[in-house]
């Protein structure tokens, strides 16, 4: 795939007529015209409908997602809804998968209802089984592959052939996928999620969000949501969201091929029970991941053995490179236990796993030091 920033060089020469590099960032709320005409034109009148670092943003969204139409959101999550809420009302149900991320999930089973939406779990292992679970009123399926925490890999065509036999809308949150690995509108998915926050942006200093589609008639039904929500991104995000776009590729290659590194290197040691990377042929949807993926990065799961008494303690402490912080997609590599998020249905996974799940993102540090930096807190957590 070539990358999206060549194509849209060669569009701001022709439309715009200059020869920056870089569209310009404009922080204005107020847009001035000569006509009424114009004032009430079909063109962006208010800031907070993006300018011209917006329109490129979303073009090359498009781009890398192979879509018609792209809709910018401040965060993920926000995004998230927004995709949700474009194809959902009040009286309707809405599926979506058990190992969706929190805040979404939260969504779904908090505010959806309060808006008149009814919500069900599935296992985002079901596949053609998810059709047993279509009611009358199911209007939309989420989808989140590989899922959030754990890290399943979802059966996305026999899902989307099941949804659009009845008519049913499907969404995915495309963030681990980020575009470039994934697809999911070439699939037949209807909406695409990414949080640009992660591996867009590749730099831990920016929120953004988008939607993209290429389903006649969803431009129309996510263009009405988010102005009646007034969403929007701010013209800084989305300048340094396009910035990171430019390097995605290259990025994303080393923080597959030092994810997979990794994550061999701890599915060989003693206290690991498993590595929930979809990329390992030992994980179980990894025929999946082959099928719809064409690679990965360096986000995955590992199900740790039993601990000792205070070993996950000893076991942070020891860490200099690897940091506790939530988020990913940046250079940096961080940690971070999982247990306290988990909310799965009852007799899923979660309830006969060896010992505590812990997230892993690989940055960009040297693939030695991060094993040397894991072999000292697994050290410090046997006490060997």
């Not at 404009?26 to 329109?55: C, D, I, N, Q, W």
């Not at 994550?263 to 003693?270: F, K, N, Q, T």
């Not at 940055?363 to 094993?371: P, R, S």
């Amino acid at each position: 795939m070539k990358q999206p920033e060549t194509r849209l060089i060669h569009t701001r020469k022709e439309r715009l007529g200059r020869v920056t590099v870089n569209p310009p960032v404009e922080r204005a709320s107020t847009v001035l015209f000569s006509t009424e005409e114009a004032l009430y034109g079909p063109k962006p009148t208010y800031g907070r409908m993006g300018l011209t670092v917006h329109r490129e943003l979303e073009a090359a969204m498009c781009e890398l997602e192979g879509a018609t139409y792209a809709r910018l959101a401040a965060n993920g999550l926000q995004a998230c809804t927004l995709a949700i809420a474009s194809t959902v009302r009040a009286g309707d149900h809405l599926l979506f998968p058990d190992s969706a991320y929190g805040p979404t999930a939260r969504f779904c089973e908090r505010r959806l209802p309060a808006m008149g939406v009814k919500t069900s779990r599935y296992d985002p292992r079901i596949g053609a089984g998810i059709a047993d679970l279509f009611q009358d009123n199911t209007k939309a399926i989420f989808l989140e592959s590989p899922g959030s925490l754990t890290f399943e890999v979802c059966d996305t065509p026999t899902i989307v052939e099941a949804a659009k036999a009845r008519g049913i809308r499907t969404i995915m949150d495309n963030t681990w996928g980020a575009g470039l690995h994934h697809q999911p509108l070439a699939l037949g998915v209807d909406l695409s999620v990414q949080a640009l926050t992660k591996y867009v942006s590749g730099h831990s200093d920016a929120f953004g969000g988008a939607v993209m589609t290429g389903t006649p008639g969803m431009a129309g039904r996510l263009e009405a949501v988010s102005e009646d929500w007034g969403i929007c991104l701010s013209p800084d995000d989305a300048f340094l969201c396009l910035r990171g776009l430019r390097t995605l590729k290259t990025r994303l290659k080393a923080h597959e091929a030092a994810g997979l590194a990794v994550s061999e290197w701890l599915a060989a040691r003693d206290e690991v029970a498993s590595v929930l990377n979809p990329a390992l042929p030992t994980h179980p949807d990894h025929a999946l991941w082959q099928r719809d993926f064409s690679g990965s990065n360096g986000l995955f799961g590992v199900i740790l053995n039993p601990v000792p008494a205070g070993g996950m303690e000893r076991f942070f402490e020891a860490l200099h490179l690897f940091s506790m912080g939530f988020s990913w997609g940046g250079f940096e590599s961080l940690i971070i236990p999982c247990d306290q998020q988990l909310t799965r249905m009852k007799g899923n996974w979660t309830d006969t796993r060896a010992g505590p799940l812990l997230r892993l993102h690989i940055g960009l540090e040297a693939v030695d030091d991060l094993v040397a930096d894991l072999a000292s807190g697994f050290a410090a957590m046997t006490g060997k």
